[in-house]
């Protein structure tokens, strides 16, 4: 869990390497859009900022979390990429389809680790509210996108 004081954003270019040469996908969830386009652009920022450029760099759109696993694997039998990093929002409702929807989306993108040699950066907040969100999505914590991105220039650089 995010602490008070902890800030998503927030990262050490010195210690990260180049992703310079690297291809990234990003797919990205359009439920709870306002969440995930600010997760969107928090990780484009980052990319952006220690060396990806933009034509190395693939969005896809899928209509919620849970078709994450599915554009991912699909994403990363075509696109010749070195890290996909999945973009989602699911806030807790009244029913358990919270519980479902966030479980086997956080196995299927495991399952794709697993199985690829292509690295899935999960990126898909699971909040209580939709203040919870906000603070995430470039709020008051900073943005759950930006500590996604630098997870894939690091997991692109390890499996190169």
């Known amino acids: 869990m995010a602490t008070a004081n902890k800030n998503l954003s927030e990262y050490d270019k010195a210690t990260i390497p180049s992703a310079k040469n690297f291809r990234f996908g990003i797919v990205v969830s359009e439920w709870n859009s306002e969440i995930t386009e ?3 652009n928090g990780a484009m920022e980052a990319l952006l900022d220690c060396g990806a450029s933009k034509e190395n760099i693939v969005r896809w759109n899928v209509p919620g979390s849970y078709e994450l696993v599915f554009g991912s694997k699909k994403m990363i039998a075509t696109q010749n990429l070195d890290a996909v990093i999945a973009i989602g929002s ?5 029913t358990k389809h919270f519980d479902f929807v966030c479980s086997a989306t956080a196995q299927g ?20 509210n939709l203040q919870q969100a906000i603070d995430r999505s470039g709020g008051i914590h900073g943005n759950k996108g930006s500590e996604a991105a630098i997870a894939a220039i690091k997991m692109a650089a390890l499996g190169n």
């Open 109 to 128: 993108i495991k399952d794709l680790n697993v199985i690829t040699d292509t690295p899935v950066i999960f990126c898909v907040l699971t909040d209580n």
């Open 90 to 94: 699911v806030i807790q409702g009244e």
């Open 38 to 40: 600010g997760l969107y």
